[in-house]
């Protein structure tokens, strides 16, 4: 069982930076894969970032590559997602997700715990 729990949302101006942490429970958070999602309003839940569990690979979304970085610190069972030059459109509920039977994921159906989310908005 993993338990995960993000924070850092809030509200924001477009251009501005914000830093999500997702501080996870359990042993086997090093052993899984960790990814970020997000979710507006009126729409599916979508794909951001991801980081393997041994910090070799990341991916991105297309419209979030060059200004956002995920990244991972085992020792503390956390997994952050650095968030620079944000548009409005960058505005939704954020997820956290985790992995066990996988080492890295881009689809909801690849990932087994998820958070209860943070909310960032951004305004023009």
């Known amino acids: 069982q993993v338990q995960l729990v993000e924070s850092g949302g809030g509200l924001v101006q477009a251009g501005d930076s914000l830093r999500l942490s997702c501080a996870a429970s359990?042993?086997?958070?090093?052993?899984?894969?960790m990814g970020w999602f997000r979710q507006a309003p009126g729409k599916e839940r979508e794909f951001v970032a991801a980081i393997s569990r041994n910090n070799g690979w990341t991916r991105y979304a297309n419209s979030v590559t060059g200004r956002f970085a995920i990244s991972r610190d085992n020792a503390k069972n956390t997994v952050y997602l650095r968030m620079n030059s944000l548009k409005p459109e960058d505005t939704a509920v954020y997820y956290c997700a985790a992995a066990i039977s996988r080492p890295f994921g881009v689809t909801t159906d690849e990932y087994d715990y998820w958070g209860q989310g943070t909310q960032v908005t951004v305004s023009s």
């Open positions: 359990g042993r086997t958070f090093s052993s899984a894969g």
